[in-house]
């Protein structure tokens, strides 16, 4: 049974340990608040496990535990088959990982998940990179970004979380951003009423990997949508819908040029990233609007 000791408002610890300026607590703290009690919280190893707590400590006043990397999708798949066994279909299942535990480790897990069309919410706070363990590179840094395990920047772009989700034809996922919370929170109530897997991929600004004055998280959340680099849309069976369409786009130089882990660039491969960035960002904003014309098309047929 839990002991609730403290009296912070909400269902998050007054304290916790996130580094200054860290987005992932603000997620948290609007996560719960849209939630609420009804929910069961896993969480694996990372940045976020300090929400977990240790030994008999817990930053949240919900259930929950810590299982391992690589299966928080298979663990509240689990608590969520055990609910169902009991007729308890209201409680909200809530897995709760970084890109790392996602993108990469997990992706076995929440791909089974997904297929199966468990009824789980699944939220992917991503700060590309494995920030917790020393800032190594994971398949969701971002192109020429510098981590610890690609020093002189990552020759590749970053895997799509999105389209793995969409391929598996599940009723509702989006993307999202510190910067908009009401986007945010709105997007978390879809998701917490989806009959079925959801999934919200939210960047998460981190001044210790990204290199940056934690004072200026939204700011730099705000220009990473700006300029095309975090685009906000979301799919709700097999509907489109973009959030954050843009006729001009800001200079990537806005972004990046604030962050450290960009500071090896030369003139000539901050241009390169322009050119990359304009063109991804206007090439995957059509195939989005194609996405609506061919369920439209299949609609009709």
Known sequence: MFDIQHKSKGLVS???SACAGCGLELIMR???????????????????????GYGNESGLKIAGFQGNLENTAACAAGVRAALNA???????VLA????????????????????????????????EAYMNTGIQGSSSTPFFASTTTTPSGKPTSRKNLMEIAIAHD??????????????????????????????????????TGWRYDPGKSVELA??????????????EDGHVTINSKLKDLRPITDYI??????????????????????????????KLENMNIETEEHATA
């Open 86 to 92: 009991q007729g308890n279909y209201h409680t909200t």
């Open 170 to 207: 599940i009723p509702y996922a989006a993307t999202a951003s510190i910067h908009n919370l009401n986007d945010f929170k709105k997007k978390l109530k879809k998701a917490m009423e989806t009959d079925g897997p959801s999934l919200i991929h939210i960047q998460t600004p981190c001044p």
């Open 222 to 235: 705000r220009l990473a949508v700006q300029t095309g680099s975090w685009i906000l849309f979301e799919y």
């Open 14 to 16: 007054h304290g916790v």
């Open 30 to 52: 609007n996560v719960m608040s849209v939630l609420g009690e009804d929910t069961i919280i896993l969480i694996p190893p990372g940045c976020s496990a300090l929400f977990s």
């Open 96 to 127: 709760f990982a970084g890109d790392g535990g996602t993108v990469d480790i997990g992706l076995q897990a929440l791909s089974g998940v997904l297929e199966r069309r468990d009824k789980i919410m699944y939220i992917c706070y991503d700060n």
């Open 257 to 286: 040029e604030m962050q450290g882990r960009f500071k090896h660039l030369t003139e000539e491969q901050k241009a390169e990233l322009q050119d990359y960035t304009v063109k991804y960002y206007h090439r995957y904003i059509k």
